[in-house]
């Protein structure tokens, strides 16, 4: 299939693996790159830029094809050390950087000089327009209904992508429940080029997450999520646990003077207690309301491939029926 999407980043399906903390690991984008996707690294995981290096390169080990690298510009005080993160992504060849959190502007330079190509993800037509303003090649759209962070104005992709299609003029991808090929179509129906997938990618063969996470993921359903962080106003969609109601508790019982230290044990250095410790009920981590469409555990592979013939029968049966009247 080909797409404004496919050509710009020279991938052969329009479906990316969103970055994701603790999951976007080398293998994961491997698999996912060579199975017609654009799979993501996630800079941040990677304790130093030289450890993103290495990382970068053992990726490049596992596939020829185009990978990306996610950067997630945090809201911290200590913040990482981006120019070096944004050196190592350079130096390794990697074609393509999603950008997320704050907007880029202060490495695009870099990365445009590079030949970089720049997707931003954002939850709102008006940073979408910012990140095209600041020269950004793309955009990810990510609707209500995605695991990690909405942002705060709740719109789900049913009116968020019809209204990024209207206000944009570079190519974006639907982010936020995407599953399958039912997903893709609505999404290029909505007007985006592709789509952006996360929850869907951690319940996968290749991901380098403990069995009891893909697990939990297929388990859940669509009424499984919790927004947590909202007073913080940095709210981020979790599956629910115990640890999740304990922050909802304290939510309620602090209201709107509750501080990031009051739920610290909840949220800070949990991934990796998750994602490889198997300490399920550790604290908060980010899954989408797509759990309750997400009922086995394939490869990247039968995934990507499955997508993309489902998508070809909706287009050629279903809505062609449709079209002949
Ligand atoms: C476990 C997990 C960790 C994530 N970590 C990050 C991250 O570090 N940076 C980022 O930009 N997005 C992160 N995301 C968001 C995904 O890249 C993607 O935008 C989102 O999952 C799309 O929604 P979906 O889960 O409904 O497919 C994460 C998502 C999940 C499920």
């Known amino acids: 299939m080909k797409t404004a999407i496919t050509e710009m980043f020279g991938i052969e399906y329009p479906i990316i693996q969103g970055g994701m903390h603790y999951v976007g690991f080398a293998e994961l984008a491997a698999a996912v790159s060579n199975a017609g996707g654009l ?4 800079a941040l995981t990677q304790k130093t830029p030289e450890a993103l290096a290495n990382e970068i390169a053992r990726c490049k080990d596992m596939t020829d094809k185009p990978i990306a690298v996610n950067v997630t510009f945090l809201p911290t005080v200590n913040a990482p050390d981006y120019p070096a993160i944004i050196k190592a992504i350079i130096d390794g060849g990697v074609t393509v950087v999603e950008t997320a959190g704050r907007n880029p502007s202060q490495v695009m330079p870099y990365l445009k000089d590079a030949g970089i190509k720049v997707i931003h993800k954002c939850t709102s037509v ?8 600041i020269g950004c090649d793309a955009v990810s759209v990510d609707g209500f209904e995605c695991g990690g962070h909405p942002g705060e104005d709740d719109i789900p992709n049913m009116i968020l992508l019809p209204r990024a299609a209207d206000a944009l003029d570079i190519p974006f991808v639907a982010s936020g429940g995407q599953a399958d090929g039912r997903s893709l179509v609505a999404s290029l129906a909505m007007g ?10 951690v319940a996968t063969q290749e991901a380098p997450v403990h069995q009891n996470v893909k697990d939990a993921i297929v388990a859940a359903t ?16 979790v599956l629910t646990n115990k640890a999740v109601e304990r922050v909802l508790e304290k939510g309620r019982a602090l209201g709107d003077k509750i501080q990031f230290d009051d739920i610290i044990d909840e949220v800070a250095g949990i991934y990796p207690r998750v994602m490889q410790g198997d300490e399920m009920d550790a604290g908060a981590w980010s899954c989408g309301m797509v759990a309750g469409l997400i009922h086995d555990i394939p490869t990247c592979q039968d995934l990507i491939a499955g997508i993309m013939s489902q998508a070809d029968q909706i287009i050629a049966d279903r809505l062609a029926k449709f079209n002949a009247g």
């Open 222 to 237: 669509e009424l499984d999520t919790r927004l947590v962080m909202r007073p913080l106003r940095n709210t981020e969609r």
């Open 39 to 42: 799979g993501t690294i996630t």
């Open 192 to 201: 985006a080029d592709g789509i952006n997938l996360g929850t869907r990618f």
């Open 126 to 133: 008006r940073h979408a327009l910012k990140a095209q303003d």
